[in-house]
């Protein structure tokens, strides 16, 4: 009798630890549910290291679920971004620079890329102008509130040109065309890539670009709203992690690298291998970015594109919190 007791209280024992070992194994094997969170990204080579970490797993591998919402250019990437489309965005310095006049409650996170030649000068020979010397009363396309317009304003200021003199024509990326150029109205474009490729292709032989190459250097940054960061804050790290890895990635696999962009943003072979010793891909936050938004934002006001006012406190809006957890060489602000 006391064999038999002992016998069922073994067989229940072991049911139970059966049950258990099934509950445990379904548990594991469920998917993991990972935060979610999406990037308005600006189609441009400048982008790579978002693409890249989307391409290579590394957002998920990091802990994160990131959906990509492409757009052209900083500025709609930005709008995006403020308006609840999206919970984070890139965008150049100078986009930062012209809406931290009317918003503050959005952060720097970090910059990932920079280029001392990215946005160009553009004109034909057709046109009197053959150096930045001769932008004097010159009618020039640009995008407004974009690195477009202050790159053309400081490339003007280094030549000793009143900018005050340039007759700037408004319009967008996709406009920055050869129609624009032939129609007359205009006598340069002053763009970034791929637009300035597609256009020097366009005009083959009349082509002319205007030397620019090291006068100017364009960051680019990811951006985030002050309330994704205070609600998702182990998510931001995850995504900054991915983007470290993307950039090791770019340096030590660079034609893997050039392959994925190129099949991302359905770009020519020769743009890619023309474009890509321009850019440096690597993630910092630290004191040259500071000066160049002040430096912006004092040219902004100078030219008239924001009427006098405080400057913003951009000390306050570089975040750097997330990336010193990456990198605790990150520079204090």
Do not use: C
């Not at 000068?121 to 407004?144: C, E, F, K, W």
């Amino acid at each position: 009798m006391i064999k038999s007791n002992e016998s069922a209280i073994s067989a229940g024992l072991l049911a139970l630890s059966l049950l258990s070992l099934g509950v445990a194994v379904g548990v594991l094997s469920r998917p993991t549910i990972l935060p979610q969170l999406s990037i308005a990204v600006s189609r441009t080579p400048l982008s790579a290291p978002v693409y890249i970490a989307a391409a290579q797993g590394y957002f998920r591998d990091q802990g994160v679920d990131i959906e990509l919402q492409e757009v052209i250019g900083g500025n709609r990437s930005y709008d995006l971004m403020a308006n609840g489309g999206a919970d984070l965005a890139t965008s150049s310095e100078s986009v930062v620079m012209f809406h931290s006049f009317d918003n503050s409650d959005f952060s720097v996170i970090a910059s990932f890329a920079s280029s001392d030649n990215d946005i160009k000068l553009i004109t034909t020979t057709n046109s009197p102008l053959r150096s930045p010397y001769d932008l004097t009363g010159a009618r020039v396309a640009v995008t407004p509130h974009s690195s477009s317009e202050y790159f053309l304003h400081n490339v003007a200021l280094m030549h000793g040109i009143d900018t005050r003199t340039l007759n700037l024509r408004e319009t967008t990326p996709e406009n920055m065309t050869l129609e624009l150029l032939e129609s007359g109205e205009i006598q340069a474009l002053s763009l970034w890539e791929p637009y300035g490729y597609k256009l020097m292709q366009a005009l083959g032989e009349k082509a002319v670009l205007l030397p620019t190459k090291g006068l100017h250097s364009t960051s680019f940054n990811l951006l985030a709203l002050n309330d994704t960061l205070a609600r998702y804050p182990n998510a931001i790290v995850a995504t900054l992690r991915a983007l470290d890895q993307a950039a090791e990635y770019i340096e030590r696999d660079p034609a893997g690298a050039k392959t994925i962009i190129r099949r991302q943003l359905q770009l020519e072979p020769a743009f890619v291998e023309w474009v890509w010793p321009d850019y440096n891909f690597r993630l910092g936050l630290g004191q040259s970015l500071l000066i160049g938004l002040d430096s912006a934002a004092r040219w902004a006001q100078s030219s008239g594109a924001i009427e006098p006012q405080p400057l913003p406190d951009f000390r306050s809006m570089l975040d750097n919190r997330f990336l010193r957890q990456i990198t605790p060489e990150a520079q204090d602000l």
